[in-house]
């Protein structure tokens, strides 16, 4: 092997460190392990330095020594919706900041490959784990259960749930949207949901409708409720499955906006005028939704702010031994261009 080739070995010490900014070795332990409970300026100061000499840590050294390998695994359904990118991205910038690790794995909706991943993350010695919705396999509570791994959920809510969760109310959002369109006097409506089976929020969005279309008085009809999976060609073939039936809805309330917007672009393929002969409702706020045409009347979900609220939750919990208590976040109705009263 020649010189050019042959592998550097940093010599780069703590007390390297701490000789060039001018501090104590505990001061830079502090700030490499908890920047929070050091001043901004010698934060600053000393990350500084620990960038310009290119000090790299040791991960095992610091597992052995806290007993912690500062890393936390997210385990999430699918990298195609920009919901769940949103959450992760608040949840990664707020780890960052205490110097935790993100691992991230994808299910692809698949409760046992959920539990897999679930395996492997523990294996790896995480300290935390960041899970999707409220519905997952009993060998994964198992596995959480045995492991005492810090864990919190986001997206989903259930009061009695032993798991602790940082999210919202799925029913009682999909309950706004079926009281914004019996305010404009639909009395027919279908649906077209996520797959219900090992989703508990697809399954209170629809179960949300359905106790809302009752409590109005209103007729529920199996026959334009149809569960897709998330994609506009599948949110298409929905669409197009509910107008087959003999009952003929004035609105369609979608699961999410993937499916509404699949059904939007079914809708104006066939002629059918959006707002105008059908109303058509998403759920998420993804971006996009505020700039097609017509403009979709969605729910619009806390999504950034579930995951800075469980990655504090998390690192309070790791360093202060604080027990994460579940919060119920808000969501809102935003009226646009998709709905409108009933045809006459």
């Not at 208590?325 to 808000?330: F, G, P, Q």
Request: proline share 4%; hydrophobic share 40%; aromatic share 4%.
């Amino acid at each position: 092997m020649d010189e050019e080739t042959k592998p550097v070995e940093s010599t780069i010490t703590i007390e390297d460190i701490a000789e060039a900014a001018d501090v104590t070795k505990a001061t830079v332990s502090r700030t490499l392990n908890h920047p929070g409970i050091v001043r901004k300026e010698t934060r600053e100061k000393i990350l500084k330095v620990v960038h310009e000499l290119g000090y790299i840590r040791s991960g095992a050294a610091r597992a052995l020594a806290s007993k912690q390998t500062y890393t936390v695994g997210a385990i999430i359904p699918t990298m195609n919706n920009a919901i769940f990118a949103a959450s992760i991205a608040g949840f990664e910038r707020e780890l960052s900041k205490a110097n935790y690790t993100l691992l991230i794995t994808v299910t692809n909706y698949d409760r046992e490959q959920e539990t897999i991943q679930l395996h492997n993350l523990l294996e790896r010695g995480v300290d935390a784990v960041l899970l999707i919705g409220m519905d997952h396999a009993k060998r994964s509570y198992a596995l959480l259960e045995k492991s005492k791994c810090c864990v919190v959920s986001i997206f989903g809510s259930r009061r009695s749930h032993k798991m602790p969760s940082i999210g919202f109310d799925n029913k009682m959002a999909s309950e706004v949207i079926v009281n914004h369109l019996t305010a404009y006097g639909h009395e027919c409506i279908g649906m077209i949901a996520g797959i219900t089976k090992g989703n508990d929020r697809a399954r209170d969005r629809k179960n949300g409708v359905i106790k809302a279309l009752q409590k109005h008085g209103l007729e529920y009809h199996p026959s334009i409720f149809v569960e897709s999976r998330y994609s506009h060609p599948h949110g298409r073939e929905a669409f197009k499955c509910i107008l087959s039936q003999t009952v003929k809805p004035t609105a369609i309330i979608c699961g999410n906006d993937v499916l509404a917007m699949g059904a939007l672009f079914e809708a104006q393929s066939q002629g059918i005028l959006v707002p105008d002969q059908l109303s058509i409702t998403g759920f998420d706020n993804l971006p996009i939704t505020e700039h097609i045409r017509p403009a979709l009347t969605t729910i619009d979900v806390p999504s950034e702010q579930m995951g800075i609220q469980a990655a504090r939750a998390i690192i309070e919990n790791l360093e202060s031994g604080k027990k994460i208590i579940s919060r119920l976040l808000e969501t809102r109705l935003l009226i646009r261009e998709t709905t409108a009263p009933r045809p006459t």
